[in-house]
């Protein structure tokens, strides 16, 4: 228990949002953390003075936004905080087409708020769950090869570092932080408002068709380049997979032809069921890729609609997740390794059966320093094993063997998932990652934003914040499904 002053005390319970005892836990389900402290701020000096308390009580101290990050980059048992009260808009330029927000912003209120001006943002991910600071925390993406991911769009930030201090940051100002602070994992300090570049709003005409995995891979700058967004889903234990394709448009909205039935009661309460009863027999695994795609996907759909409705979708329910950014040239070699694999271990009767889908998306090269896009457009391949009802599923084997697919061809872990990269790998992998260190020594010197994920995967391995290791953190990082292979 920290032992703070009384007017220390005074301040922290103004802040408090949540009775003794809270328990963060990722969306995912698959880590947790229980901080002594979980506070609300609603301004960039209480922030400051947070920092503050945190160094002189050695305390870690990190933002949250939706904890939809299925890795321990948010967690701590010190600090945490709560950005939801910091979602003010700031600036407006309808010239330059920009908007500048707190960092607490949702991407889903950004996307209301960007509306009322008649902008939008060029690409987007998934799911608008997150905070505008979390998502470019670890470089959060879309698909489309012509199109940056959300770091590269923020144009100005402030962020306060580890003594407290206010910087403001862009090209032309302080512009090595600028460029480290766009994808920061949370290891720099605090970002408090950031300026993001849009574009006039549009509508998206999305086409989604089947096509053959082979077709697809041996036509893959074809299949890239045939629209302005495009991304594929392989159904493993089959050669099947769904292209969808979307540009922009000005004809009238059309929205998605998406059956209640079809989608909801069968694509994801019947779908969850099945996978739980997959659990005892995994052998039915295959068939389910194979009987999903026949009843919802062999077949053209199409539809027109705002931007953002078109990006996101349905994630259905808790996963564990792996993501990977390769030099998008080598995602056939990648593909067809990964398929090979799949495929001997669906003939060893012990073997492991995979869900459904393999994600396959397209972004356009950047300048951040620790994006997976830095120097080189690349394709993200993401393999998913859910979790039904929240139980536990094998996925370890699967994991391994991914990712000595993905490392051999040169690939980037994505920031916010799991993954086995360290310190010597990451200095191979991104020419400024050395550099991005220095800076973390110097923002944050008395580590108040190292927490086990920053010292496992960012710290070197004789740093005095790894050996000396962390009173308030070591060992409180709980892994859910630890032992599950």
């Keep these: 228990m920290t032992r703070l002053s009384p007017s220390e005390q005074k301040f922290i319970q103004t802040l408090q949002c949540s009775p003794q005892g809270f328990e963060f ?7 947790r953390s229980q901080p002594e402290f979980y506070l609300a701020p609603e301004t960039e000096t209480q922030i400051i003075e947070l920092i503050r308390i945190a160094n002189r009580h050695h305390l870690t101290i990190k933002p949250i936004g939706s904890g939809h990050s299925p890795s321990d980059i948010a967690c701590t048992n010190s600090m945490m905080l709560n950005m939801d009260k910091m979602n003010r808009i700031l600036a ?7 908007l500048t927000v707190e960092s607490g912003v949702r991407l889903h209120q950004l996307h209301e708020m960007l509306q009322q001006r008649n902008m939008a943002l060029s690409s987007v991910g998934s799911i608008s769950d997150q905070s505008i600071a979390g998502a470019i925390a ?3 993406h879309g698909s489309g090869i012509f199109y940056g991911d959300l770091s590269s769009v923020i144009t100005h930030l402030v962020i306060i570092d580890g003594s407290g201090i206010r910087h403001e940051c862009d090209k032309d100002s302080e512009s090595d932080l600028f460029d ?5 994992l949370g290891a720099l300090g605090i970002i408090t408002q950031v300026t993001v570049q849009c574009e006039p709003a549009f509508n998206l005409h999305a086409v989604q068709v089947p096509e053959n995995l082979d077709d697809v891979l041996n036509n893959l700058t074809e299949v890239v380049e045939s629209a302005e967004h495009v991304r594929v889903w392989w159904f493993p234990h089959t050669d099947d997979t769904v292209v969808w394709r979307a540009n922009r448009s000005n004809m009238a909205v059309q ?19 099945q996978l739980y009863k997959a659990r005892y027999t995994p052998d039915d695994i295959p068939r389910l890729a194979h009987e999903h795609f026949q009843n919802r996907f062999a077949r053209r759909l199409e539809w027109i609609d705002e931007s953002h409705r078109v990006f996101n979708f349905d994630c259905l329910f808790p996963q564990y997740v792996n993501e990977w950014a390769i030099p998008w040239e080598k995602a056939p070699d990648a593909l067809r390794q990964l398929r090979i694999w799949i495929n001997k271990e669906a003939r060893n009767p012990k073997g492991v059966r995979v869900h459904f889908p393999v994600e396959i998306r397209f972004v356009k090269e950047s300048d951040v320093w620790l994006s997976p896009t830095y120097g080189q457009k690349v394709c993200y391949i993401g393999v998913i094993m859910y979790r039904p009802y929240g139980r536990p599923v094998p996925y370890k084997k ?24 360290f310190y010597y790998d990451f200095v191979k992998l ?14 944050d010197p008395n580590g108040v934003f190292v927490n086990d994920y920053i010292r496992r ?13 962390s009173g308030e953190e070591e060992g409180h990082r709980i892994t859910l499904e630890t032992a599950h292979l």
């Design 138 to 140: 670890t470089a959060t």
């Design 180 to 184: 480290a602070a766009r994808c920061s």
């Design 398 to 421: 699967y994991w391994r063997a991914y990712e000595d697919v993905m490392r051999t061809l040169g690939g980037r872990p994505h920031w916010a998932k799991a993954h086995g990269m």
């Design 255 to 273: 929205p998605s032809p998406h059956s209640y039935i079809r989608d909801h009661l069968y694509g994801f309460h019947y779908y969850q069921l």
């Design 92 to 98: 407006h330029d309808p010239y330059t087409c920009t």
């Design 457 to 469: 995967h960012v710290l070197p391995p004789d740093h005095p914040l790894t050996t000396a290791g």
């Design 25 to 31: 836990r990722n969306w995912s389900g698959t880590f």
């Design 430 to 443: 991104y020419p400024r990652f050395g550099e991005f260190v220095d800076l973390r020594n110097r923002c």
